[in-house]
């Protein structure tokens, strides 16, 4: 065989690996510029009612201690965030503040 075929699938087998460790990075950047243009849920919204949704989980009389959206392991948002996508709401996002009904610990 030509030592060309050899340096050539090296090359490509470094571009992948380049690709596949730079994936994460971008898609971060994409989720946080994509929940930014995305409405808010409103607490008129049929499921946010039914989820006894809340913009402040302070205000929530079902919450436990410290729970919020932004430690659900539901919340999409980026760490530190105002606010981000739900997989409960699509296409909404919800106050990183906020709760509801099925706020589940953020596993770590």
Do not use: E, H, I
């Not at 690709?19 to 994509?34: D, E, V």
């Not at 919450?63 to 430690?71: D, E, G, H």
């Amino acid at each position: 065989m030509k030592n060309t075929f050899d340096a050539s699938r090296r090359r490509l087998l470094q571009k992948v690996s380049v690709g596949l460790a730079l994936t994460p990075l971008a898609a971060g950047a994409l989720r946080s510029a994509w929940a930014a243009d995305l409405p808010l849920v409103t607490t008129d919204d049929p499921t946010a009612k039914a989820l006894k949704y809340t913009t402040d989980a302070t205000k929530a009389t079902d919450a436990k201690p410290n729970s919020k959206c932004a430690n659900c392991q539901l919340y999409q948002g980026p760490a530190g965030s105002a606010q981000g996508p739900c997989l409960l709401f699509p296409g909404k996002a919800v106050k990183a503040s906020g709760w509801c009904a099925s706020w589940t610990a953020k596993t770590t």
